[in-house]
Structures are given as C-alpha cells and as structure tokens.
C-alpha cells in the first residue's frame, strides 16, 4: 500500500459505505463474487486503492452472518468434534468416527480441504492482488464464472452427504476455494459448483462450502490485519457492518432456497453480462 491512501476517512461517507456495505452482503453468498463487484464498485466511485481495514469491517459483518444462520449445525458439529477427539484420545477409532460421526467427519473434511486453500492462496497471493489493479480482467474472470454456474444444470439431482463425501472431494473444494482469492471469481458459486460436480448433495455442498469460508475469512482478514490499515470514520464502520450483516443474510438464506431447488444456473447470465460491462468500460 502507498504511504498516501486515496480512500480516507473524509471520502468514505456513510452513504457510500452503505452502499459498498450493500455489494458485500449480496454477492458475498449469492455466486457472483463479492471481490470482484466491490473491485469494479470502488472503481466506478473513483477509488483506485481498496481501504484494508473498511473492507475488513465488511467481510467480519457477512461473517457473522453464515455463523448466525449455521448456528445450530455448528454448535452440535463441534460438540460431536469435540466428543470425538476425547474418544481418539481414549483409544477410540478414527475410521470408526469418520465412517459414523457426521459433525466429526465435518470438520475433518473441513481441515483438510483447508490445507489446499493455504497453498494456493499464500502462493498466489501478489498475483491475485495485482489483479485488484485490473477491473478488465475482473471481467474475464465473471465471465468464466458464469460459464462454471451455467453448467450445474448438468449436474446430479441426488448425490452424498457429509458422511458419504470424500478426501478428494474436499481438497478439490478446497484448491477452488483457495483460487477464489482471485476477484471476479464467486468462492461460493464455485465451491457449490465443484462439490455438486463431485456429486454432493446440494445442500449438503451449500453448508460445506459455507462452514468452510468460516475459517478462510478469518485467516484472510488476520493476514490484512498485518497490513497498513489505513483511517475510516467510526460511523462509516458502523454503517458498512451492520449493512453487509443484514443484507448478507438475507442472501445467504436466499441462496440456499434457491440451491435446493436445483437453479443455481440463474446467475450465469448475470455473471457473464456484468464481465462483460467490466471489460468494455475499462479495456
């Protein structure tokens, strides 16, 4: 980051960290990738460098939003996790759990998919925010999500749960996940898309996806955190959080409604027409 930030707390206003609140909490859940829609908004608002600790504030809002609407799952997910490692320790089985206990064998998908997103995302990580600098190739990128959305009208209508889901499954959710960094591409849009690929169950995909960006935006954002934060008025804080919490939610729930009902392919054509936007307006 530069010495001299452009976005400071006197060109933040509420109004437009309402609205920059508002993108984050729709197209952090719904596939259309929350990095990329912000990356064009703040180009069309005449930033031309992201405020780290702002864009922190928004994504610790949609955080609390998958925590709150997975709350039940999570809470007996890790209390079965947790009931596990005491069984392990007291000579129990491992495959044992794996093969019966759906909250254990979660979380253990879970940490191993983890291990992929690390690699890939600390690897690439100067790439993918060269890219930030780039709204035309943010273009490209929507374009290709789109076309990954389009084809899970392809996929299987029935396919495994928790306990039935594989290694391999999770750690090719997780290399996608860990590729998402890049904006333009959906992380949700295409982790759902690989894990119903892979033959998961739909929403079954939706909370392994969901619970598994949980740990992944929380090393991300710790990782900003060592970054030069830059100034944000306290009320354009405010405002950006309780704006992507609410709405967030609201567009978590919805996906999930319409996931179960097999249409996740609806937002390809939005995708591919909002790259296309980005690459005319800014090759």
Not at 28 to 33: A, D, H, K
Not at 47 to 60: A, N, R
Request: glycine residues 10%; contains cysteine; neutral net charge.
């Amino acid at each position: 980051m530069s010495a001299d930030p452009i976005i400071t707390e006197h060109t933040i206003s509420n109004g437009s960290a309402m609205f920059l609140g508002v993108v984050q909490g729709v197209t952090e859940y719904l596939p259309v990738s929350s990095s990329g829609h912000l990356t064009l908004a703040q180009h069309l608002l005449g930033f031309t460098e992201p405020e780290i600790f702002f864009d922190i504030v928004l994504h610790i809002g949609t955080l609390v939003a998958v925590t709150w609407y997975y709350r039940q799952s999570l809470f007996s997910s890790i209390m079965e996790t947790v009931g596990g490692l005491r069984s392990i320790a007291g000579g129990g089985s491992t495959k044992a759990l794996m093969a019966e206990s759906e909250g254990f064998r979660l979380w253990a998908l879970v940490f191993i998919a983890l291990i992929p997103t690390g690699i890939i995302g600390l690897s690439m990580k100067k790439w993918f925010e060269a890219m930030f600098e780039q709204p035309a190739l943010v273009g490209v990128m929507l374009i290709i999500t789109g076309v990954i959305l389009f084809l899970t009208r392809f996929s299987r209508q029935k396919g495994a749960g928790i306990l039935d889901m594989s290694i391999m499954a999770a750690l090719a959710v997780g290399a996608v996940q860990g590729l998402a960094v890049a904006p333009g591409v959906s992380r949700s849009g295409a982790t759902i898309c690989v894990a119903l690929f892979l033959g998961v169950e739909r929403e079954t995909a939706a909370r392994f996806s969901f619970i598994l960006s949980i740990p992944a935006v929380l090393g991300a954002l710790i990782l900003k955190m060592r970054e030069d934060l830059g100034d944000v008025a306290p009320a354009a804080m405010a405002t950006g959080f309780v704006t992507s919490t609410v709405v967030g939610y609201l567009c978590l729930a919805l996906l999930i409604f319409i996931i179960k009902q097999g249409k996740l392919s609806w937002f390809s054509a939005y995708c591919v027409a909002v790259g296309a936007f980005a690459i005319y307006n800014f090759s």
